[in-house]
Each structure stands twice: as C-alpha cells, then as structure tokens.
C-alpha cells in the first residue's frame, strides 16, 4: 500500500490540525498516513528519516514564523543531508504547507523553502492542484469556509487566529488539506502502480 509520511513541526497545534487533515485525505485515497512530527530543532531527527525514507511520498510543513518555515523543520531539513549524500529521497513525491497568522503572512517564502528543499533531494513535487475559491467569481471574500481562499498554487497555505486550534484553521483551509492529501495519495499511487 502505498505510504505517505507528513513531517511537520507546530508550535501551538494550528499546524498539526493541517498534518492530521491531510493525513485523512490520504486516507480517504485508500493510502497510509505516517504523521511524523518535529518537537524541536535539537532533538535527534534519525528516527523520523528513516520512518521518511520509508515513505513513497513526503509531505512537509511548517508554521510560518518570520516569514519562513519554523526552525524545528529547517533543522530537519538540514538533517535530511544524510539522505542528500545517498540519493535515498530521489523520485519520491514531495508536497508542501504551511500555516500563519495572517492572510499572506509571507507563506509564499514559507513553501518555496519547502518546494527547494525537495528539488535538492531530486523529489517529484506536486501542487496544491486546487483552484482559487475566488475563480469564477466578481471577488474573492476570504471567507473561512472557502477552499483555497488565499489562491495558492505552489501547496496548502492557511490561516489560523489566536484561537485555540479545535476552531481555527477553519473548514475551508481543514477540506483544502483534506483534498490535499488525497491528491498527493492518488499521484503516488499512479507513480508506483501500488495504490
Ligand atoms: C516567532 C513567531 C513568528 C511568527 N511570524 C509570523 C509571520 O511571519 N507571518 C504570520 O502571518 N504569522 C507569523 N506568526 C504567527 C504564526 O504563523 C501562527 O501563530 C502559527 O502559524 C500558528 O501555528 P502553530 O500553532 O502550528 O505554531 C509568528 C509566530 C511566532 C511565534
């Protein structure tokens, strides 16, 4: 079956809401999640390589803190050099999100970290692969409930107030990831001929 790994940092949980709604959409595709979540940047990050290398697919994602991904996932990814040297990552599928206080916040930045890191590792990176909610119509309104609200095409970028994480992301960034997932699964699965 085929397995898709989601390593992810979160500092207060708003972040982890998104890695646990993606790994219901690879569900939902018939696929195995492996929630691998990053505690801090000094922790020993081998056990979440090899469990990430056992993956067909990885998803990584991070809150954006000062307009980049968190620390917790940038000392990950520099751990992931062991995997650079071998070329163990290579033709895996990547995908990428990242969460933020406000609309834009500077997630962009957040995901292109994320999207470049894949390429150093020779990953295959699939996009959000989901429309703007605001296309086909006069405006978009930013709505909670909208899926895509902020028109993201790199990978999932949502927004979470100060609440706490039971209420926010709201449904349309929780079905964004959803949907998400789902696609990362089902590419993976044509790639490897497994699903
Ligand atoms: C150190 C720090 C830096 C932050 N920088 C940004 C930022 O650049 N842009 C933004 O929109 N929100 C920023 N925020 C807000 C966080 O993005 C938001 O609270 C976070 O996504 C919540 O996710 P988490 O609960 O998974 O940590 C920052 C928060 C912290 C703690």
């Given at each position: ?20 709604e ?108 989901q429309?703007?909610s ?7 309104t930013f709505a909670v409930d909208e899926i895509n609200r902020f ?7 949502t927004q ?9 992301p709201g449904s349309g960034d929780r079905e964004f990831a959803r949907r ?16």
């Amino acid at each position: 079956m085929t397995k898709v790994a989601i390593v992810f940092h979160s500092g207060y949980g708003h972040t982890k809401v998104v890695a646990e709604e993606i790994a219901h959409g690879v569900r939902n595709a018939g696929a195995t999640p492996i929630l691998l979540e990053i505690e801090g940047p000094s922790q020993d990050f081998k056990p979440l390589l090899e469990a990430a290398t056992e993956a067909d697919a990885i998803v990584f994602g991070a809150p954006t803190y000062m307009g980049d991904i968190s620390v917790g996932l940038k000392a990950f990814f520099e751990a992931s050099s062991s995997a650079w040297y071998t070329g163990a990552w290579k033709d895996k599928v990547a995908g990428g999100f990242t969460n933020s206080f406000n609309a834009s916040g500077d997630k962009l930045h957040a995901l292109m970290s994320i999207f470049v890191l894949s390429q150093q590792q020779h990953m295959i990176w699939v996009g959000a692969g989901q429309p703007a909610s605001s296309q086909g119509t006069p405006a978009p309104t930013f709505a909670v409930d909208e899926i895509n609200r902020f028109s993201y095409s790199i990978g999932v970028a949502t927004q979470s107030d100060n609440a706490s994480p039971e209420v926010t992301p709201g449904s349309g960034d929780r079905e964004f990831a959803r949907r998400y997932g789902l696609r990362i699964a089902q590419v993976t699965g044509k790639l490897t001929g497994i699903l």
